[in-house]
């Protein structure tokens, strides 16, 4: 948000559609904050189980059958957030979140990308953040029509670039196949 903006609860970039204020609310106001749980009593199976690395098993049962943003609660990757939108399981050092009524959980999700979780750190040691904490952000937040266009928009860029790295990886193996059939 800019100081010179004449309408401080909005972002200076904007679609042309929408005119109001976003809501100050506390991130509690948006979602709710859940635990992760232990996985090893549970058999191999489809549905992945998280960390805060990302997936690194699969099991026969979900925590989550939501839409829903992911943010770590432990651990060095604490400020890389998750989305999923299919069911999953996820262990304790990392927090799941389920969407309050009229609040998109990508949206959320891309929320989450905007915040420096280490800043927030709560230890000395392996960093680490609570629930309370995290429910307790102030953020702005748009309608519910407004936050699905956002979402549209980045989804597009998050595609452009996908394509991008497709297409630089593909060059670059061209480049090494070249390299190994020509001699310097």
């Not at 232990?38 to 026969?60: A, C, M, Q, R, W």
């Not at 609040?103 to 680490?128: A, D, L, R, V």
Request: aromatic share 14%.
């Amino acid at each position: 948000m800019d100081k010179k903006n004449k309408n401080p609860n909005v972002p200076n970039l904007r679609f042309p559609l929408y005119k109001n204020k976003w809501e100050c609310k506390k991130i509690k106001d948006i979602l709710k904050i859940c635990h992760g749980k232990d996985y090893k009593h549970l058999e191999s199976g489809k549905y992945p189980v998280l960390g805060t690395s990302g997936i690194f098993t699969y099991v026969n049962q979900y925590l989550c059958d939501w839409p829903c943003a992911l943010i770590g609660r432990k651990g060095a990757s604490l400020d890389k957030p998750h989305y999923m939108n299919s069911p999953f399981w996820c262990v304790d050092t990392l927090y799941y979140s389920k969407p309050v009524k009229n609040n998109n959980p990508k949206w959320q999700y891309y929320f989450f990308q905007t915040i420096n979780w280490m800043k927030m750190n709560e230890s000395s040691g392996i960093p680490s953040l609570r629930a309370s904490t995290i429910e307790n952000i102030d953020v702005f937040v748009p309608s519910y029509q407004e936050q699905s266009n956002i979402v549209e928009f980045l989804d597009k860029i998050e595609q452009r670039i996908e394509t991008q790295i497709k297409i630089i990886s593909s060059i670059e193996s061209q480049i090494k196949s070249i390299n190994n059939h020509v001699a310097f």
